[in-house]
């Protein structure tokens, strides 16, 4: 952290990069199950994005804020609020990259855990989402790739049809 403090006071630091450092040091202490203070590092970075000029918020990765900032939430039981990022992040990735964008099957990914979590139904549907707009040939956040690999309950949901002979 004593980079970012650094990062804080050089004036060529941009705002995007400053963004780009709180929400990754979120996702940082997510990992470390530290989730209250994962969400306040990540809050900083959306409030950075949204007092930005209009016409310059495409070039920040608000979707990925609000993806970093929901799954301590979901970790914390916020489903709702969690979900609520969610949507925020479909609408910019539907602005920003169009449709069925790679980004929108990490998005689907962490909805579909959340509906894991809820007893949901639809947590295969998302779940196989993820996996439809990752594979193959795709650039594939790592969150998403691990669901290829055994459980100890089995396959991931996602991907019991792609493995079936």
Sequence with gaps: ??????????????????????SAIGLALFGLFRCQEAID??????????????????????????????????????????????VGAEEFQNAVHGPDSHFHGETAYILGKIAIQEGLDLAEKYLQRAYD??????????SVASALYPTSSGLHPATRRQTKK
């Excluded at 707009?133 to 790592?142: A, D, N």
């Design 133 to 142: 707009l990752q594979y193959p040939g795709k650039p594939t956040h790592q």
């Design 41 to 86: 590092y990540v809050d900083k970075a959306l409030a950075i994005s949204y007092a930005a000029p209009e016409d310059t918020l495409h070039t920040f990765n608000i979707d990925r804020y609000l993806r970093n900032h929901s799954r301590p939430l979901a970790a914390l039981l916020r489903f709702g609020l969690a979900k609520e990022d969610m």
């Design 1 to 22: 952290m004593r980079s970012l403090s650094i990062g804080e006071q050089q004036p060529t630091t941009t705002a995007v990069e400053m963004a780009d450092a709180y």
